[in-house]
């Protein structure tokens, strides 16, 4: 199975600042036939269910604010939170879905306010 | 609005069975691939078991499979997991999830119910 492995754990980000979050697998996620990467992001808030963010790595999920942005190709990826609210308060999960069905999820990263 | 709830969670003993129900809304659930995703406490989202759109595949983790089976009834709008010897490490909130594209297999989630927890314990 695909391992994905989050950095960092958490991190505290100042309200209006940038966040950052790192997700590694441990094979490739890219496919060259449709030149797409499998790899998706989800935000857990407290409470409730994992809400989808994005998906093919860098599409914003309908309704996601532009804020939220993702990157990268092949084993690295980034979920990046520009100018913080309180409301980003949350887990972040990546999710690999190239080894379909045996889909995957990377531990979360904890997002706090400094 | 697209809407997922789950039900039947609950305490078992070691070795038990439970039967969870998801009972889906606001959209053509015929047509999409429907997946159980599992929770546990302070570990990873696990993926557990997905049934294709007119039930002909279904698909489950390893350290389920044998004991573990995903149903659908599309006439009613719902899904079903019926899990048999169970054990504390089944111990977990389940989600049930629709995939974002119609299909056979789980791809990404679009739409996750509230959880339903089931708690293995003696």
């Known amino acids: 199975d695909i391992v994905l492995t989050q950095s960092p754990d958490s991190l505290a980000v100042s309200l209006g600042e940038r966040a950052t979050i790192n997700c590694r697998s441990s094979?490739?996620?890219?496919?060259?036939?449709?030149?797409?990467?499998?790899l998706a992001w989800y935000q857990q808030k407290a409470g409730q269910p994992p809400k989808l963010l994005m998906y093919?790595?860098?599409t914003r999920a309908s309704g996601v604010p532009d804020r939220f942005s993702g990157s990268g190709s092949g084993t690295d990826f980034t979920l990046t939170v520009s100018g913080l609210q309180a409301e980003d308060v949350a887990v972040y999960f990546c999710?690999?879905?190239?080894?379909?069905?045996?889909?995957?999820f990377g531990q979360g990263t904890r997002l706090e306010i400094k | 609005e697209e809407q997922l709830l789950e039900s039947g969670g609950g305490l078992v003993h070691p070795g038990g069975s439970l039967k969870l129900s998801c009972a889906a809304s606001?959209?053509?659930?015929?047509?999409?691939?429907m997946t159980w995703v599992r929770q546990a406490p302070g570990k990873r989202l696990e993926w557990v078991s997905t049934?294709?759109?007119?039930?002909?595949?279904?698909y489950s983790v390893d350290s389920v499979k044998g004991r573990f089976t995903i149903s659908r009834d599309n006439s009613k709008a719902e899904v079903y997991l019926q899990m048999d010897r169970l054990s504390a490490e089944d111990t977990a909130i389940y989600y049930c999830?629709?995939?974002?594209?119609?299909?056979?297999?789980?791809?990404?989630?679009?739409?996750w119910g509230q959880g339903t927890l089931v708690l293995v314990s003696s």
């Open positions: 999710q690999q879905y190239d080894t379909t069905p045996s889909i995957t």
């Open positions: 049934i294709s759109a007119a039930s002909i595949s279904t």
């Open positions: 094979q490739s996620v890219f496919r060259s036939s449709n030149n797409k990467s499998y």
């Open positions: 606001g959209f053509p659930i015929s047509n999409f691939a």
């Open positions: 093919w790595a860098s």
């Open positions: 999830a629709k995939d974002q594209y119609s299909g056979n297999k789980p791809y990404f989630f679009d739409s």
